[in-house]
């Protein structure tokens, strides 16, 4: 059930004073609480009376999350009605400022559907103890994924992609130097699912749409630090397979067969001065056995700081190319992943190449999407961050493709989950996502996040 609530005396209600409310259903059955305002409640600073949370929708519930630091109790930036009313600044309000980087390819206007007026945010501007660090984190209250999808035009699904790129900028990650944030960290992953013809004309496979599953971004590690310091990152990316490999933990490959839709993701070869390091890997909580792993994880490593900002370039840079695992030999379509620090001037990082076993140049990017994530069991409140994230920019095809179009997910609801995150669109592609304390997300932030009305300017090549 989802929480809506008017913003005058916000604070009281989210306390769970429910006897200062009007309560109804609505047509669909969710519950609607209106705060009634006394002359004795603060008011939050700047915000309408039109304005929506998202949470449960359980008054009980709800004073249960704020006490155990899941749950925001309200606007921290409040004036009292019995005195003066003192001046209202928007300063309280202000997000820190952020244009594109110069080097970006130019960005449509776009309609900001769930912009940084909606919701609440400190933006780690204020101190904040860690009321659920009292509690065991756990993977009912800890913080979650927050996704988002994009919608193209033509969609990828009908016409691939080749050549992209997207821009990821920790615009605050200073809190992860707490002294309780060792073991835990952030990663942002931009996924994409190459298309292939695995399993094509395969019996059993009539059904069977495959993909290789990849994902590639940043990844830094939190914990105290000298001052000054910058934490330890990675660029990473990761392939797997179409297929998962057997269960069967038998390791007779003449007794034992692995599916015949099954082709590899091999770890490409480094050229002269690159530092990358690519290995096949285990899928988490996938029982590989004989030395069958699910797919293949590359790394390069960088130290990370807030304001850090990174282009990263996903693209098919040979039709064919061969491979060796084992001794084997596999031929392929050639894929890399480069990373390049724009906030300093450096050479462009190559992160990973991989050699998609089986595939030929006709089969690209299918669909892509993101996902915002903390690595390790995080308290809900344990710390603020903020990451902004632009594009995709599509570069091959050449100017096909258009953003139509941006949809939020946030982490399932429930009596446990951790309410304290925002996805924010902040103009053109651009879209920031945060969470820790100081936060509480608007009633829409499940549903578009940003429009854009343009249109590609060519056709999809034949």
Not at 434 to 459: A, M, Q, R, Y
Request: with cysteine; hydrophobic share 35%.
């Amino acid at each position: 059930m989802l929480l809506i609530l008017a913003l005058a005396g916000l604070g009281a209600c989210a306390e769970g004073h429910a006897s200062d409310a009007q309560v109804a259903l609505n047509a669909g059955g969710s519950m609607i609480r209106r705060h009634i305002a006394s002359e004795q409640d603060g008011i939050a600073v700047g915000l309408t009376q039109s304005e929506r949370r998202y949470g449960v929708g359980d008054s009980s519930e709800r004073a249960a999350k704020v006490a155990h630091g899941t749950a925001s109790k309200g606007s921290p930036w409040k004036i009292n009605v019995n005195q003066q009313q003192a001046a209202k600044t928007k300063d309280f309000h202000q997000a820190p400022p952020w244009s594109p980087h110069a080097s970006m390819p130019a960005m449509p206007s776009c309609k900001s559907d769930v912009g940084q007026d909606m919701g609440l945010s400190d933006y780690g501007s204020m101190q904040h103890s860690c009321t659920s660090c009292q509690r065991n984190c756990s993977e009912t209250n800890k913080q979650q994924a927050t996704n988002l999808t994009w919608l193209f035009e033509p969609s990828l699904a009908t016409c691939n992609a080749f050549d992209v790129k997207l821009y990821s900028n920790w615009s605050n990650i200073d809190g992860l130097g707490c002294k309780d944030c060792d073991g835990k960290g952030l990663r942002h992953k931009f996924e994409a699912t190459i298309a292939t013809n695995a399993g094509e004309g395969l019996t059993g496979y009539e059904d069977k749409v495959l993909g290789f599953e990849t994902w590639f971004g940043p990844e830094v590690a939190g914990g105290p630090r000298a001052s000054g310091s910058d934490f330890s990152g990675h660029h990473v990316l990761e392939v797997w397979d179409t297929e998962e490999p057997t269960r069967n933990p038998d390791c007779d490959e003449k007794k034992v067969k692995n599916p015949a839709g099954r082709w590899l993701a091999i770890p490409g070869g480094l050229k002269a001065g690159e530092t990358f390091r690519c290995e096949r890997v285990c899928k988490p909580g996938f029982p590989c056995s004989c030395g069958r792993n699910t797919g293949m994880r590359c790394t390069a490593a960088i130290a990370m700081s807030s304001n850090q900002l990174f282009a990263y370039r996903l693209r098919r840079v040979a039709d064919t190319a061969t491979g060796t695992l084992e001794g084997n030999s596999y031929v392929g379509t050639e894929w890399e992943v480069t990373a390049e620090d724009l906030s300093q001037s450096s050479p462009i990082m190559v992160v990973g190449r991989v050699i998609l076993a089986g595939n030929s140049a006709v089969y690209g990017i299918k669909s892509m999407r993101q996902s915002h994530q903390h690595i390790g069991c995080v308290p809900c409140d344990l710390f603020y961050e903020s990451t902004i994230i632009s594009g995709p920019f599509i570069q091959e095809p050449v100017g096909v493709h258009a953003v139509r179009s941006a949809d939020g997910t946030p982490p399932p609801l429930t009596s446990e989950s951790c309410e304290l995150f925002r996805i924010s669109s902040i103009g053109g592609f651009a879209v920031q996502f945060e969470t820790g304390p100081g936060l509480w997300p608007p009633f829409e932030v499940n549903d578009t996040i940003f429009t854009c009305s343009h249109t590609g300017k060519n056709t999809c090549p034949a």
